[in-house]
Every structure is written in structure tokens, then in C-alpha cells.
């Protein structure tokens, strides 16, 4: 699907089990011109990013089937592709997780932020920082 | 630890486990007493009876003396003497007897013991030993010794009717050589009862000597294994109940973090939307439209400190608040502290000064919760003090063993001084202020914003660091907050 407000095709794909959340971020990403490719937990995520190979994807940590981590760990060992897409990780835990902190480390690149200190903007201001620092793949 | 029901001891209730240990400590209490109390009774009726024979003893020694003056003087009055000394054991025998009925009279006991010497006040000592203890071992046989005693001194008693019979016979003391031959065999069985009763007697002392050692020795026994059996099952009981109060305590702050956790959510959804709302993402709105949705922005960021707070709290008391440290200039974090409140320092066109020590170090401390401390404070100076007030912040560094504000440092520390001249805290307020959800009377109406947790906070983190928080304050006038934080591994910059 190409999106119509600008010439680049940067599919993020928004893997959250919140519905709410889920649906904020689509509409805000998909405003700025993104195109923005939606899964409910990290079963259905897997398979969509890796048919569909997305630009970033923004994973939510705390999900039902699968939880955040074990997915992004499961797509690390996929193939080249899995191991080097930039993933953000979306959070509310405390930032002095243990887990959390070597989890990030393991499966670089990997960042995470805090969604209650973060507002919408900040988060696509974060995907569009990161991807600029992307070469462009065709 | 399996004969103690440990699971129905958990689902006990407070009030339970409360009556139980209660209850264990009047029950040993009691028995504690009660114990003592026996003890010291049978004791002092051991040495009633040891007394007792030492009177009864004495008596019949005087009397046989009596009796042998008698038998020379043939005076009637030494007779006399001699039957009214054996009154004393005479009056025990007839305690004694009494006491061996199944239904005794006490008067008539209390009247034997009397006769015997015995006093008033060990009566009852004396009558309780005998009829509780009448069959045990010592008792028994000190009993029996006395009872061939009371036989010895009815022989005793039966010769000497026999020498008065043929003293009152006679013409005087002149007939005195001439009775020899009757006299003198007479005198010879009294001298053979004497010293049977001599061997009786100490017989009688011991006896009870031995059974009042025995006592001593399990009274002690009993004494020693019942505090040693009481004192670990009471320490057992404390130490359990230490553990369900952490528990609890635990359970409380978990409680907490994750209801935390879970009202993040709803709210970080709502503050996402808003902001898109706000932003115009969804349509233009019109200025009161804005105006609305910017209230609930802020409500919903004022629920979102609120919830980031508890949290803060909850790790704190629960411990899994994971200090992590680093190398940082004091300052930085001051400033940017003053940072986050700009909008409202320019609103209010509040001066600030930042007064900082030429000298200070960086320090090794945890940033996250220095800034916690800091923002706290500040925002409570700059939140209360009014339109055109001055907040000044001062930063020193003292060296251990010197003083600040009268208190010697216990190691390097850092000092914050943050004053204001804002609306104060009033005096009967002041012990309050460190309390969780407190906030000064005089400044609820004017501000409705506090948490009324974020001293609480500063206090609880203070006292996680080893640090000290203390205040000055005068309502109207200001107020100087002192912060004190020991830090190690400081590098003091060379002068």
C-alpha cells in the first residue's frame, strides 16, 4: 500500500496489546505519513515483520501469547534481517529493571522509553531521529 | 519446627496471634509466681519443723537435766519444771496426731503447735507441709523419726512417774543415799532414752535438711527447663510474627507498585490522545474547547505524578529500589531541576539565586534520586512562595567531623540549602510536615495542586542515603529547607 502524503514507503509496525494505545499511535504515525502496520501480540507481530519487513517496529513489552521480549529475541535469531532491525520498546516498568536493561543490551538495536514520560510526539520524533540514520534500503 | 502448626498459626487473625502471645506470657507469668510461691511456702514450712525440733529438742534436754537435779534434790519443784518443759513435745504430738486424721480440727492442731513453741505465723506453713506432703520420701521419714521420738518420750515420762513415786515416798533428801539402789537404775534407763532421743533428733534435722536440698534442686531444675521451654516457644512465636509483618509490609508496597503499574496505562493513553486533540491532529478545536481538553491534560499529568510518586515510594520501602551511581557535579541537577520550572519561575517573576560553593566536588550519588529530592524541594519553594519572592539555593561541602547547623558530620557530605520567601508552614503544623499527604493548611486553598507526598518522598530518600532533611519556617515569611547527604568517593577540587 503506498501511502499518499509522502514519496517514501517507512512501514512501522505497532505491536501493542492495548487497543487504545495501539490505535493512538497508528493514527498519529499514519497522520505523519508513515505507513503503519498493526499487530495484537508478538505471535501475529512476528509474522507480519517478517513478511513484510518493516522499516522500525515499535513493540510494547508487556503483551498476552507473547510477551515483548521473547518476541524481539525470537526475531533477533531469525535471519539477517531480523537481527539488525531497529526496534523501540515500549514500556511503563521502572527503568532500574535489571531484566529490562540487559534485555535492551542483548538485543540491540534496541531502545526503550517510558510511555508515561514520553508524549506522542516525542515518540515520532524518536522513529524519525532513528531512521534518518538508517541508509535507506530500497 | 513440625510440631508447631505453622499454617493455621498463618491464617490466624492480628487479634489471634496477639491473644496467643498474650496469653503465653500471663500464662508464664503465673506459673512463674505460682512456682515461686510453692517454693518459698514448703521452704519456710521446712524451716518451721526445723525450728520446731530445735525447740523440741532443747526442751527435752532441760527436762531430763531437771529430772537428774530431781533425782539429787528430791525437790518437787524441779519435778514440776521438768513435766511443764515436756509440754513442747507434747503439744507437737498432739498436732501431729490431729494432723493424721482424715478430718482434722485445726484449732486443736494450731493449739499443739503452740504449746510447741512453734510460731503463729508458721502455722499454716507448717499444716500445709504435712498434709500435702505427708507420704513423700523426706516428709515420711522425718515423720516416722518423730513418731519413735513421741513413743521415747512416753517411756521417758513412764520412769520418771516411777522416781517421783518413790521420791514422794520418802522422807526428803535425807533418804537420798539410802534410795540409791532404787534411784540410781531409774536414772540409768532416763539416761539410755536421752541418748536415743539425741539420735533421733539429729535424725529429724536431717531428714529435713535433705528433703529441703531436694526441693532447692527442683525447684531449680523445674524453674531452668520451664524458662528455657517457654523462652523458645516465645522466640519462635516472635520471630514468626517478626516475619508476617514484613510480609505484610511487603505485600503492602507490592500492592502498591503494581496498582501503580496498572493505572500508568489508562493514563498514558489518555495522555497521548489529548495531545493529539490538542495538537489539532483530530480537527481544529475552538479556544474553549482547548481550554478544556488542557485542563484534562493537566489532571491527567498531575494523576500520572501522583502514580510515578507511590511508585517511587512503594520501591523505596520495599527495597528494590536498585541505587545506581555516578560521578556528577551537584549543580547540573540543580539546574536542571530549575529547568523544569521555568515557565512557572518567569510567570511568577520569582528571582532565583544559586549560591555554590567554590570548592565543591563531584560526587559519586544516584542522579534519579537526587533529582527526585530536588525537584521536590524546589517545586515546594517555587510553588508557595508569591509573585516576586526570592528562592536561593546554596551548595557546600563539608568534610567529616565538621559541623553544619549543629550536627557534626558524620562523613564528606553535601549540604542543599534552599530558602524562599514564600508563605511558610505555621508553627503547630511543623512536627507534621514529613508525614505522608501533608500539606500546610495555609496553602490548600491557595494551591490545590500538591500531592501532599513529596516531603514524605524527600524524607524517605534521605533516610535511604544515610542523610539528614531539616527545615526552618515562619508563616508569611519563608522557609529554609537544609538537605545534608553523606557522600563517599568524593573528589574534592584543589583550592
Known amino acids: 500500500m503506498e501511502n499518499t502524503k509522502k514519496p517514501k514507503i517507512l512501514i512501522i509496525e505497532v505491536i501493542e496489546d492495548e487497543t487504545s494505545q495501539r490505535k493512538a499511535l497508528a493514527e498519529k504515525f499514519t497522520r505523519e505519513g508513515y505507513h503503519v502496520l498493526e499487530a495484537k501480540d508478538g505471535e501475529e507481530g512476528l509474522k507480519i515483520a517478517l513478511a513484510e519487513h518493516p522499516d522500525i517496529i515499535l513493540l510494547d513489552l508487556m503483551m498476552t501469547q507473547m510477551d515483548g521480549m521473547t518476541m524481539l529475541k525470537k526475531l533477533r535469531q531469525q535471519n539477517s534481517w531480523g537481527e539488525s532491525v531497529p526496534v523501540i520498546l515500549l514500556t511503563n516498568l521502572s527503568a532500574d529493571n535489571d531484566k529490562l536493561i540487559q534485555g535492551v543490551a542483548d538485543t540491540s538495536p534496541a531502545y526503550y522509553l517510558m510511555k508515561a514520560d514520553w508524549t506522542i510526539n516525542d515518540v515520532v520524533e524518536k522513529v524519525r531521529e532513528r531512521l534518518s540514520r538508517e541508509v535507506p534500503t530500497a | 519446627m513440625d510440631f508447631i502448626p505453622t499454617a493455621w498459626l498463618e491464617r490466624l487473625s492480628v487479634r489471634g496471634k496477639l491473644s496467643i502471645i498474650i496469653g503465653l506470657i500471663v500464662f508464664l507469668l503465673l506459673f512463674g509466681f505460682a512456682e515461686f510461691t510453692f517454693g518459698m511456702k514448703v521452704m519456710s514450712g521446712i524451716r518451721a519443723y526445723v525450728g520446731g525440733e530445735g525447740l523440741w529438742s532443747k526442751a527435752q534436754k532441760a527436762a531430763v537435766n531437771d529430772l537428774t537435779r530431781y533425782s539429787e534434790s528430791f525437790d518437787e519443784a524441779d519435778y514440776q519444771s521438768f513435766l511443764v518443759l515436756l509440754h513442747v513435745p507434747l503439744g507437737d504430738k498432739q498436732a501431729r496426731l490431729e494432723l493424721d486424721k482424715d478430718r482434722c480440727d485445726i484449732n486443736v492442731v494450731h493449739e499443739g503447735f503452740l504449746a510447741g513453741g512453734n510460731n503463729k505465723e508458721d502455722l499454716d506453713d507448717m499444716v500445709f507441709l504435712y498434709r500435702r ?265 563539608k568534610e567529616k567531623n565538621e559541623t553544619f547547623g549543629g550536627r557534626i558530620m558524620r562523613d564528606d557530605s553535601i549540604i542543599v540549602v534552599i530558602t524562599d520567601t514564600g508563605y511558610g508552614i505555621p508553627k503547630d503544623q511543623q512536627d507534621k510536615v514529613f508525614t505522608r499527604l501533608f500539606r500546610g493548611d495555609n496553602v490548600k486553598e491557595k494551591d490545590t495542586d500538591g500531592t501532599g507526598l513529596g516531603l514524605y518522598l524527600v524524607k524517605l530518600i534521605l533516610d535511604h542515603l544515610r542523610g539528614d532533611v531539616w527545615f526552618e519556617s515562619e508563616e508569611n515569611h519563608g522557609s529554609t529547607f537544609y538537605l545534608v547527604v553523606p557522600v563517599s568517593g568524593s573528589i574534592r577540587k584543589k583550592k
Open chain 2, 133 to 397: 506432703f505427708r507420704f513423700v520420701s523426706y516428709m515420711d521419714s522425718a515423720i516416722r523419726t518423730w513418731t519413735e521420738g513421741d513413743a521415747e518420750i512416753e517411756r521417758l515420762l513412764t520412769v520418771a512417774a516411777r522416781m517421783h513415786a518413790v521420791v514422794s515416798a520418802s522422807h526428803g533428801p535425807l533418804d537420798q543415799i539410802a534410795l540409791q539402789p532404787q534411784i540410781v537404775p531409774l536414772m540409768e534407763q532416763i539416761h539410755t532414752i536421752d541418748q536415743k532421743l539425741t539420735v533421733l533428733e539429729n535424725r529429724f534435722s536431717a531428714t529435713l535438711g535433705e528433703g529441703s536440698r531436694f526441693i532447692r534442686d527442683l525447684l531449680f531444675w523445674v524453674t531452668l527447663v520451664g524458662t528455657l521451654v517457654f523462652g523458645t516457644l516465645a522466640l519462635l512465636i516472635v520471630l514468626f510474627i517478626r516475619k508476617m509483618i514484613i510480609q505484610v509490609d511487603a505485600a503492602k508496597s507490592e500492592f502498591v507498585s503494581l496498582a501503580s503499574h496498572q493505572l500508568r496505562t489508562p493514563a498514558t493513553n489518555m495522555k497521548w490522545f489529548l495531545e493529539m486533540i490538542i495538537g489539532g491532529d483530530a480537527g481544529p478545536l475552538n479556544a474553549k474547547q482547548k481550554e478544556y481538553f488542557e485542563e484534562v491534560s493537566e489532571n491527567n499529568q498531575r494523576m500520572i505524578s501522583l502514580v510515578n510518586m507511590l511508585l517511587n515510594i512503594a520501591r523505596i520501602e520495599l527495597g528494590t529500589f536498585k541505587q545506581s551511581t555516578e560521578q556528577i557535579q551537584i549543580t547540573e541537577l540543580i539546574k536542571e531541576a530549575l529547568k523544569e520550572y521555568r515557565t512557572l519561575i518567569g510567570f511568577k517573576s520569582l528571582t532565583i539565586h544559586e549560591v555554590y560553593a567554590p570548592d565543591l566536588p563531584v560526587s559519586q550519588i544516584d542522579p534519579r534520586l537526587w533529582s527526585v529530592v530536588l525537584q521536590n524541594v524546589i517545586s515546594n519553594a517555587v510553588k508557595y512562595t508569591p509573585s516576586g519572592g526570592t528562592v536561593t539555593i546554596g551548595v557546600s561541602f
